[in-house]
């Protein structure tokens, strides 16, 4: 078995940029490394694509756009999406152990979570593809009027590093059904495996110029995509701050835009909740992924009756959780993505000392062996005695970090939890179905989860409230961002247009 000690990614991988089918140097000849976060040893050097280089993709893309891609069917492009998909699942198992080298993520999750889900986006996809389609409205007169719903051309897509292949696979594959070329900006953290997705759409034989991927730095090729006048689509995930600038960029050349944001998601546990699926929920919700997802069920309401039962709970159980080298089969937590969001984490530890939340559990960096020293880890943590307005209540921490905040009344608790800027998700914990299904609506969340929690589907809709964001990926919904409808009008009569008279 592999280790992140003696990785079979030892050799520093080497990456290109892909553009119009083919790999090439960036024009300026720079390029950046991106390390293992388990040990911050180098694993890879990626070409670093810059304004020049999103200007070639961009453009490459438009051609593919007008010329080959065009004129295939929607048949044709949804075999091509079931290739890429089978494509997937026979390299699953390298591509698990690349993503968990790049991102740190426990290779568990990377095999049965990641993967598996991107194979059945591009499948669920595939399908649709055959499935957009317009329609005929009853209008009045001697008249027909249909729609029809096409691409929109030229998408930009940013993606974040928490889920690398997975969002490469939420943006590309409704994008590519509904017949739109791409350019897709990895994240600068990890890289690796949105451009081992590249070889595969090659092999799959996707046209030159549909597909192009062009890794670097937010500031400078993630912004120039965002800004370019040729794209017809931005479709961004990250931060709440950075889709801000996006939407900014978007508007000066009134670029569609589709964003999908920060949470700080309520997971409400009522006293009636079975206690041992609650908790689990609990861990789910915050300690998945090392706290580094989106809807992470980051603010734990519990009711005061159940409080104390509950945390004893949380909190052993959260001491039991292995932290250490993602390649181990057993590992529940690996590292954090980088230095610098460990920082952050580290930097919110003291915020809520000074708050006066008090730490139940971790609140610092594990103790592990050899390489992994220099890794970017730190244990499942639980801060107790937190009110909402507190900053770790409000504030997207991105770790794994469980702020804890006790409730009894249900109108009181129904504004706490909607206190926040965010509007990505919520689970509910209860026995009371009345109680479940009156909360998922007065939540203001896109996603809803009772008794259950970061449960996903290609066929589910999911995105934000609020300033969690606009849009909806995956699911039918998807197909909306990527297409636009355009109304025919056509004359049954066969008379000239009454209007003028003769
Ligand atoms: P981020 O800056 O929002 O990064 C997301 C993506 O946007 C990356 O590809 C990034 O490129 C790119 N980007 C950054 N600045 C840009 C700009 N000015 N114009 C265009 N693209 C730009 O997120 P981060 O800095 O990695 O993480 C910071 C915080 O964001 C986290 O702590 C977390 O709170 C939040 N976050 C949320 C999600 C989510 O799923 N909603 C995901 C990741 C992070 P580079 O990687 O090259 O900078
Ligand atoms: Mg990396």
């Known amino acids: 078995m592999s280790t992140a000690q003696q990785s079979p990614t030892e050799a520093v991988r080497r990456y290109q940029l892909f553009i119009d089918g083919k790999w090439v140097d960036a024009e300026s000849g720079k390029t950046f490394t991106t390390p293992n976060p388990a040990t911050g040893e180098p694993l890879a050097e990626v070409a670093e694509a810059d304004a020049a280089d999103i200007d070639k993709a961009v453009a490459a893309a438009r051609r593919a756009f007008e010329g080959k891609w065009s004129r295939l069917s929607a048949r ?6 079931f290739k890429l998909a089978g494509l997937v699942e026979s ?3 390298e591509l698990a152990a690349l993503e968990t080298a790049d991102n740190g993520k426990p290779i568990r999750e990377t095999t049965l979570f990641d993967l598996p889900q991107v194979a059945e986006n591009f499948e669920y996809f595939a399908g649709a593809a055959t499935k ?3 329609e005929t409205i009853p209008v009045p007169g001697q008249m027909f009027n249909y729609t029809l719903r096409e691409p929109l051309g030229v998408c930009g897509q940013i993606i974040p590093w928490n889920f690398p292949l997975l969002m490469a696979a939420w943006k590309l594959a409704p994008a590519l059904a509904a017949g739109n070329t791409v350019v897709l900006k990895p994240a600068e953290q990890t890289p690796v495996t949105a451009l081992e997705l590249g070889k595969l759409i090659q092999e799959a034989g996707f046209p030159d110029g549909v597909v192009n991927i062009v890794p670097g730095y937010g ?6 995509l965002a800004a370019h006048k040729d794209i017809d689509k931005i479709a961004f995930t990250g931060s709440t701050e950075v889709g801000k600038r996006i939407a900014h960029a978007a508007a000066d050349n009134l670029t569609k835009v589709s964003l ?3 949470g700080k998601a309520p997971n409400i546990v009522f006293a009636d909740a079975n206690i041992e699926q609650a908790v689990s929920g609990a861990m789910m919700g915050i300690f998945y992924n090392q706290g580094q997802v ?3 069920g980051s603010r734990v309401f519990l009711h005061e009756r159940i409080k104390d039962e509950f945390l004893d709970r949380f909190k052993e159980r959260a001491g039991k959780v292995k932290v250490g ?5 057993t590992t529940l937590m690996g590292p954090q993505v980088s230095e610098e969001q460990l920082n952050r984490i580290t930097g919110y530890v003291d915020v809520a000392r000074e708050e006066g939340a008090t730490i139940l559990a971790g609140g610092g960096r594990p103790d ?10 730190f244990q499942p943590t639980i801060f107790s005695e937190v009110h909402n307005k507190m900053r770790v209540a409000q504030e997207e921490i991105f770790g794994p970090v469980a702020s804890v905040i006790t409730f009894s009344d249900e109108e009181d608790l129904i504004q706490q939890a909607n206190e926040t800027i965010y509007g990505l998700s919520a689970g509910i914990w209860t026995q009371d179905i009345t109680r479940a299904h009156r909360f998922a609506r007065a939540i203001k969340a896109g996603t809803i989860w009772i008794n259950t929690f970061n449960v996903m589907n290609a066929a589910s809709p999911f995105g934000g409230y609020k300033q969690s964001g606009y849009g909806r990926e995956m699911g039918r919904h998807a197909l909306e961002l990527y297409t636009q409808v355009k109304s025919v009008w056509v004359d049954l009569s066969g008379k000239p247009m009454g209007w003028y008279g003769k």
């Open 368 to 377: 592990l062996e050899g390489n992994l020293q220099k890794g970017f880890f």
């Open 294 to 296: 989106c809807c992470a």
């Open 132 to 134: 957009i389609e317009g």
């Open 91 to 93: 390299h699953a198992k």
């Open 219 to 224: 500031e400078t090729a993630g912004a120039a």
């Open 325 to 329: 080298d993602p390649m181990e089969q």
């Open 260 to 262: 999908e944001l920060g």
């Open 76 to 81: 044709d492009r949804g075999r091509l999406l």
